[in-house]
């Protein structure tokens, strides 16, 4: 059996970092454990630009240097990943760092010689380019058919087995909205890496594994180490493939899942946000070990007696292994009086309403002939 250990979107960050490391920890304490031939990670290993020597940095080097010592680890530029912030990894034993379109062969990163040729074909992310007088539709295909040519090539060598290792979107995909970049992206479809002599196709960029435009098909994503927005509910994980050791088929793809936090999003209504100021009593059950997105939703006026910081405060006291992000909507006077008015239910009610707002004095006798109006009207 051949194996490969595929990961991506590690996304190495200072804001992040404790969820970083203790993701790469377990996909670390995984390979370990199942001895992969190779480990592939298909992009996205930073969040950003980074210092050479900040902590974030500092604890990507050293999840790639243990990953390192167990097999050969290769690493494509993902578009998260700054310009020339994988160069330090071509110093390090065992570890192959690639910002172009390259290829190389699992002979050439093992000390001992392998009986098969396995070889990686390696497309990192890729802008569109242009030329001069190109739209942008032009420009989307000419980029397009260089990567289809790139593969079509690859797949033509008389290798054993033919890996495509990829940073891109595939069109149909689902993406995080933090992977969105419209207009600049260069898409291949699954067919593009199906085509005869390729083996499969492991991917890096969209957060989410499962994808059902390709079920059935040796191409997938691997998913991310855990959830990078408050709008991500993708499981994060990554794969563990399994190759025949004689025909070189697919044997296995298993996901394997990160112990990620949970993200958890509270949306509190213009009553329940009232409630809230004046009881100080959250409606909801905070989770622990979990990262927490509260909105608030409040009127006109009221946004500045609604001390956030303190209830953030209050809640991180609570749960000190939890993360929790507040936010606010303010709703317009008139969308609350016109939320109100909806749920009225007579036209008594409707009516002291308008009176509230018109500032008009409703005495007894106004009442009373309203009333008579009314039941004049139901007759």
């Known amino acids: 059996m051949f194996k490969i250990l595929h990961t991506a979107d590690s996304h190495f960050q200072q804001n992040r970092l ?13 390979a370990l454990e199942h001895n992969p031939d190779v480990i592939v990670h298909a992009g996205d290993l930073f969040h950003k630009n980074t210092q ?9 080097i050293d999840f790639i ?22 160069k330090v990894f071509n110093k390090m034993h065992g570890v192959y760092s690639f910002g172009d379109l390259d290829t190389v062969t699992y002979n050439e990163m093992r000390d001992v010689e392998y009986p098969a040729v396995v070889e990686f074909g390696l497309i990192p992310y890729q802008k569109t380019t242009s030329m001069e007088g190109d739209t942008v539709g032009d420009a989307h295909l000419n980029s397009s058919k260089d990567l ?22 595939v069109a149909g995909a689902e993406l995080a909205n933090s992977e969105r970049i419209l207009g600049n ?26 994808q059902d435009i390709l079920k059935g098909k040796p191409v997938a994503y691997s998913g991310a180490h855990y959830r990078t927005r408050f709008d991500e509910e993708m499981q994060p994980g990554f794969c563990f493939w399994t190759f025949d050791g004689e025909k070189f088929e697919t044997v296995n793809r298993e996901f394997i899942k990160t112990p990620a936090r949970d993200m958890v999003k509270f949306e509190l209504s213009i009553e329940e946000t009232r409630e809230y100021m004046s009881s100080g ?14 909105i608030f939703s409040v009127p006109e006026g009221m946004a500045s007696k609604l001390d956030k910081e303190k209830f953030k405060k209050d809640m991180d006291l ?25 749920k009225m239910q007579t036209k008594s009610e409707i009516f002291e309403e308008w009176a509230n707002v018109s500032k008009v004095k409703l005495t007894k006798s106004i009442k009373e002939k309203f009333n008579e109006l009314v039941e004049s009207f139901d007759d």
Do not use: Q, W
């Open 18 to 30: 404790d969820e970083c490391v203790s993701n790469a920890d377990f996909i670390v304490e995984y």
């Open 52 to 60: 050479i020597n900040s902590k974030e940095y500092l604890a990507a």
């Open 65 to 86: 240097s243990n990953l390192s010592y167990i097999a050969p680890v290769i690493i494509i530029r993902g578009n998260h990943d700054p310009e020339d912030s994988l």
């Open 148 to 169: 289809k040519k790139f593969i079509s090539n690859f797949a033509k060598k008389k290798s054993d087995l033919k890996i495509i290792v990829a940073h891109i979107s």
């Open 185 to 210: 992206e260069v898409m291949l479809s699954p067919d593009d890496f199906t085509i005869e002599g390729i083996n499969a196709a492991m991917l890096g960029h969209i957060h989410r594994n499962d």
């Open 281 to 294: 009593k959250f409606p909801f059950e905070l989770l622990p070990n979990a990262d927490m997105k509260v």
């Open 318 to 342: 609570k749960l000190s292994n939890s993360t929790i992000k507040v936010s606010t909507i303010v709703e317009p006077k008139s969308s609350v009086r016109s939320e109100k008015i909806a």
